[in-house]
């Protein structure tokens, strides 16, 4: 069988002494949506923060396209084709919706113009308002800059870091929308969600992950009909 195009298998590490994860296995395939959820505190960003090379691992690897990138810097993973949106401070506030763009494209020699026209066409609000300063927009709408920069890189694999965290449940939705047509473009999505429910919904696969560890992993759709996950992790 073929490999996934991320494989992060056996992740062991943390901050100082202590251990966050414990053998903690996450993949992807090409065009996949995966979501990361568990409870407060289960190391889900941690879990991100590791496969983006900023956490340094005890334990496990890290495969992207069939090569190992271990041992990479976060830099040298955006080069390989991985971008990484976190929760917060995900902006330059000061700079106007197109240059947080332009800055997404730091890497790229070539001409970048067609990307910024795809992003605006996925993302319309921010073509309008293209030249505003990103720090007056709306949360929301912040979101889709941050989503929009790291698309600049055209990675192969997005990963993203509570993206619907404090917008509305209709920006939620519409996030989750443009969060499918970037996978149907056969880019990967990997993303840990605090709405865990709306999250499974769009998940090809998902991950339960408790203390560190995988706890369950199923498709989206087998887990939100898991009484047990409903239970523990759903509400019910």
């Given at each position: 069988?073929?490999?996934?195009y991320?494989?992060?298998?056996?992740m062991?590490?943390?901050?100082?002494?202590?251990?966050?994860?414990?053998g903690?296995t996450?993949k992807?395939?090409?065009?996949?949506?995966?979501v990361?959820?568990?409870?407060?505190?289960?190391?889900k960003?941690?879990?991100?923060?590791?496969?983006?090379?900023?956490?340094?691992?005890r334990?496990?690897?890290?495969?992207?396209?069939?090569?190992?990138i271990?041992?990479?810097?976060?830099?040298?993973r955006?080069?390989?084709?991985?971008a990484?949106?976190?929760?917060?401070?995900?902006?330059f506030?000061?700079?106007?919706?197109?240059?947080?763009?332009?800055?997404?494209?730091f890497?790229?020699?070539?001409?970048?113009?067609p990307?910024i026209?795809q992003?605006?066409?996925?993302?319309?609000?921010?073509?309008?308002?293209?030249?505003?300063?990103?720090?007056?927009?709306?949360?929301?709408?912040?979101?889709?800059?941050?989503v929009?920069?790291?698309?600049?890189t055209?990675?192969?694999?997005l990963?993203?870091?509570?993206?619907?965290?404090?917008v509305?449940?209709?920006?939620?939705?519409?996030?989750?929308?443009?969060?499918?047509?970037?996978?149907?473009?056969?880019i990967s999505?990997l993303?840990?969600?605090q709405?865990?429910?709306?999250?499974l919904?769009?998940?090809?696969?998902?991950?339960?992950?408790?203390?560190?560890?995988?706890?369950?992993t199923?498709?989206?759709a087998?887990?939100?009909?898991?009484?047990?996950?409903?239970r523990t992790?759903?509400?019910g």
């Amino acid at each position: 069988m073929a490999e996934p195009y991320l494989l992060a298998e056996g992740m062991t590490g943390g901050y100082g002494a202590a251990d966050i994860l414990h053998g903690c296995t996450l993949k992807v395939e090409k065009g996949q949506i995966a979501v990361i959820v568990g409870p407060n505190g289960a190391g889900k960003s941690t879990a991100m923060k590791a496969v983006f090379g900023m956490l340094k691992l005890r334990g496990g690897h890290v495969r992207l396209g069939g090569r190992d990138i271990t041992r990479l810097s976060p830099q040298e993973r955006v080069a390989q084709g991985m971008a990484f949106v976190p929760q917060t401070h995900n902006v330059f506030p000061s700079m106007s919706v197109e240059e947080n763009l332009e800055m997404g494209a730091f890497l790229r020699q070539d001409d970048f113009r067609p990307t910024i026209e795809q992003v605006y066409d996925l993302f319309p609000v921010l073509r309008d308002k293209r030249n505003q300063p990103a720090g007056e927009l709306s949360g929301g709408q912040r979101q889709q800059v941050a989503v929009g920069r790291a698309l600049m890189t055209q990675p192969q694999l997005l990963m993203l870091d509570e993206p619907t965290a404090g917008v509305s449940p209709i920006v939620m939705d519409e996030l989750f929308d443009r969060i499918i047509e970037v996978a149907r473009t056969g880019i990967s999505i990997l993303m840990v969600e605090q709405n865990a429910r709306q999250a499974l919904e769009i998940a090809d696969i998902g991950y339960v992950l408790v203390q560190g560890a995988n706890r369950y992993t199923d498709t989206g759709a087998a887990l939100l009909a898991d009484p047990e996950v409903r239970r523990t992790f759903l509400g019910g």
